[in-house]
Structures are given as C-alpha cells and as structure tokens.
C-alpha cells in the first residue's frame, strides 16, 4: 500500500530549489572549461614560456640551465681553438630521440645523456684501465681533467648537464623545446671529448 504525506512547504529543498542549486555550482567549472577549450591553442603556447617550474620543494629553471651550458659549450669551443661558426648547425635528432620526445621530454634528456656518461667511461677506461676506482661520469671527468685529458670548461659542462639530467629525471615536467637544447648540448659535449 502506498502512503502520500503532504508537509510543510519547508518540510526540506524543493526541486526547483535544487536544479538551481546545481547550476549554480556547476556554472564556474563549465565556464573554466569552455574558455580552456576556446583557448587551447594561446594558453599551449603561453605553457611553453614557462622558464621556472615548481613541483612540491623542487624547482627547476632547465631554460636558465641550459642557457648557462650552452654558454660554457661556446667558451669550451674556443678552447679547443675550434673556428666558430656564425650559427650553430642544428642537429637532427634520430628517431629513438624523437620518438621519446614526443612520449616523454624528460626521458628524451635522459637518452641523450647515455653517449655521453657512455663516452666517458671509455675515456676513462683508455687512459686509466682497471685502475679506475668509479665509474661515475662526473668523477672520470674530474679525474681526466686533473690529469690533463680533458678541458676544465668540458668538465663544468658535464657536472652541469649532469644536474639538468638528474632534475630532468626526477621532475616529470620538462619542455621540448628544453629536451632538444639537451639533445644539441650532448651533441657537442660528445665532440668536444671525441678529441680528447
């Protein structure tokens, strides 16, 4: 058997009293979302001139970095009494290397540090064979330089790609643009100790 009560007009919230509630919290996060998609393109790109990026404590500024390598990479140039070019060739990076740059920039840096740590333990290696006590690329850096195999601007090159590496692996956000300046980076880290 079924039982209608009929109570007081504020016996509790009404349909209408309702939707309009419902609306009236829904109305902000819709806005936010239509304007994102009508914007989508101007807020991607004001996304990549992102020079600082803060994930809990750690902050990273990867431009500024890599702005300071690719000067250390100029002066080490000049070092190795290489004749400047007026612009920097731009290296093609293969397929492994842009294939991750589209999945992951982060995991891009970390690929086109391998050659690199990889270049160095053979340098070590060659000039120090199984007495080398660590295999840590910073360390046989240090090391050959003391010794005077390598340039002291190489080094400073290596400890500083070394850090953007390690924050690049830690903190997932990390741009193209950024991943391709470590790509060229690398590129010429790998040059520089091609001659030593």
């Known amino acids: 058997m079924l039982e209608l009560k009929i109570g007081a007009a504020n016996a509790g919230m009404g349909w209408m009293e309702f939707v309009s509630s419902l609306v009236g919290s829904l109305a902000w996060p819709v806005a936010a979302v239509i304007i994102a998609a009508i914007f989508h393109k101007q807020?991607?790109?004001?996304l990549a001139k992102i020079r600082k990026l803060n994930w809990g404590e750690a902050s990273v500024e990867l431009a500024e970095q890599l702005d300071?390598?690719?000067?250390k990479a100029r002066v080490a140039e000049a070092e190795a009494e290489i004749p400047a070019l007026p612009e920097p060739i731009p290296v093609v990076p293969d397929d492994r290397f842009q294939s991750l740059?589209?999945?992951?920039?982060?995991?891009a840096i970390?690929?086109?540090w391998k050659p690199v740590e990889r270049r160095l333990t053979d340098l070590g290696k060659q000039h120090y064979g199984n007495e080398l006590k660590y295999s840590v690329s910073h360390?046989?850096?240090?090391?050959?330089?003391?010794?005077?195999?390598?340039m002291s601007s190489v080094v400073s090159m290596v400890g500083d790609?070394?850090?953007?590496r390690n924050e690049a692996a830690?903190?997932?956000?990390v741009s193209v643009t950024d991943a391709l300046r470590?790509?060229?980076l690398a590129t010429q880290v790998m040059s520089l100790l091609s001659r030593s």
């Open 43 to 46: 807020i991607a790109g004001l």
């Open 68 to 71: 300071k390598v690719e000067d």
């Open 101 to 107: 740059l589209t999945i992951s920039p982060s995991a």
């Open 110 to 112: 970390l690929d086109a």
């Open 139 to 150: 360390k046989v850096a240090e090391r050959l330089a003391a010794d005077g195999h390598l």
């Open 161 to 164: 790609m070394r850090k953007i």
């Open 170 to 173: 830690h903190i997932k956000e």
């Open 182 to 184: 470590f790509q060229e």
